[in-house]
C-alpha cells in the first residue's frame, strides 16, 4: 500500500515586512543598544530579505495588555491562517470537509485547551469522528513530524484521508524585553505563516509517495533550542551549538538511509525538501549529507523571501519542490531539526502522475 501526500498550500498574513523596514525598527526601538551595529549586521547574515507578519509592524515587539490579550490574538491570527492554508489544501487535492478521516495539527507558539485542532474542525466543518493529533512541542521539526504521523495513521487505517495543518505566528512572541544578541536575531529570522497537505494512500496528478521515517533526539541537548514560558508569554531561544549539535547527528541520518535503501540502489538523495532552520543550519546539512549544495536552494529561496516560519517552512519548501518537480522516481529526503534536540527525516519519492 502507497501513502502519498499532495501538494501541500501556504498561506501568508497581510503584511509584508523587508529587512531594511525591520531594521528600521529595532533602531527607533534600541536607539542606544551599544551593540546595534553587530544586531544590524547578525540580522542581514540570516539571509531574510522578506518576512510577512499578522499584524502592522509599528505594532511588532510592543508590550501586550496582557498575557490573556496576547494569547487571545495569536489564537485569532494562526486559526485565521491555518483556516485558509486547510481549505486551500483540499481545493488543491479536489476534497470536501466530509472526505477527511484524520487530523494532525502543529504549532510551536501559543498555548489554548481546546486546541488549534477543535477550532479548526469547527471552522471547517469536519466530521466529529477525525482522529486527531494535536502537537506543540516539537517546535521547527513539525512539518517533517506531522507527515511521519500521518503517514502511520493511513497505514494503521488503509484507505484513510488525513488532513495536516501547520500554523506559526511567532511574532506574537517576539518581545521588546529580548534585547540579547539571540533575542535580535530571532526578530530578524522568524516569519508568520500556515501550511496544509493531505495524506492518502492514493492521488490524482503529481504527488510524493511517503517511503519510511526516521527520528533522533541527541542526548542532553534540551537546553539548546526551544521556548520559556513567563509572565508575558512565549520567549524563544536558540544556541549555536544547534549546528553542532546537526552535524553531529548525520552519521546516524546516513547509516539510516544506507539500511533503509531498496537493495543495490544508491541511497543518497536526489532531492531535499530541508527544514530553513538558518544558513548554517543548511550548511551543516548539505556536509552531513555529502550532497550538492544547490538541492537546498529552494530552502534557501524559502528563508529569503518569508523568513523561518517554524513547522510551516517544510511545507513551504515542499510546494515549491511540486512546481520545480523532480525527475520521475527520484527519491529524495524530508529533514528537520528543532527543539530536543531533535532531527526527523522521511524518505520520499517523486511521482508525476495519478
Known sequence: MSVVVSAPVVSLPRFQVTT????????????????????????RST????????????????????????????????LELAEKAANGALFEAGLSASDIDGLVV????????????????????LPPSV???????????????GLARAMEMVTAHPGSTILMVCS??????????????????????????????????????????????????HPNSHDIVGSRLDCDGLHAFNSPRLRHVVEGAMPRLLDWLKRSAPPGSDPAPRFVVSHTGGPRILDA????????????????DSLREQGNVG????????????????AEGDHGLLIAAGPGVSLIAVRAVWRPWG
Open 311 to 326: 513547522s510551516v517552512s517544510v511545507l513551504d519548501v515542499l510546494e515549491r519542490t511540486f512546481v520545480k518537480s523532480p
Open 285 to 300: 546539512i548539505v556536509a552531513g549529507l555529502g550532497c550538492d549544495p544547490a538541492m537546498v536552494d529552494l530552502a534557501r
Open 168 to 217: 506559526d505566528v511567532f511574532s506574537h512572541y517576539l518581545h521588546r524585553g529580548d534585547a540579547g544578541l539571540d533575542g535580535m536575531i530571532l526578530k530578524g529570522l522568524f516569519g508568520d505563516a500556515a501550511g496544509a497537505c493531505v495524506v492518502r494512500t492514493e492521488a490524482q496528478g503529481s504527488h510524493m509517495e511517503l517511503i519510511d521515517s526516521w527520528e533522533y533526539v
Open 106 to 125: 502543529l504549532s510551536a507558539t501559543g498555548h489554548t485547551m481546546p486546541g488549534l485542532d477543535v477550532l479548526l474542525m469547527e471552522k471547517l466543518g
Open 20 to 43: 531594511d523596514e525591520l531594521l528600521d525598527r529595532i533602531t527607533e526601538l534600541y536607539p542606544d543598544d551599544p551593540s546595534l551595529s553587530v544586531v544590524r549586521r547578525v540580522i
Open 47 to 78: 539571509t531574510v530579505h522578506t518576512r510577512w507578519y499578522s499584524r502592522p509592524l509599528e505594532q511588532q515587539f510592543a508590550p501586550a495588555p496582557s498575557l490573556a490579550e496576547r494569547t487571545r490574538t495569536h489564537l485569532m491570527d494562526s
Open 131 to 145: 482522529r486527531r493529533i494535536p502537537v506543540s512541542q516539537v517546535g521547527c521539526t513539525g512539518g517533517v513530524f
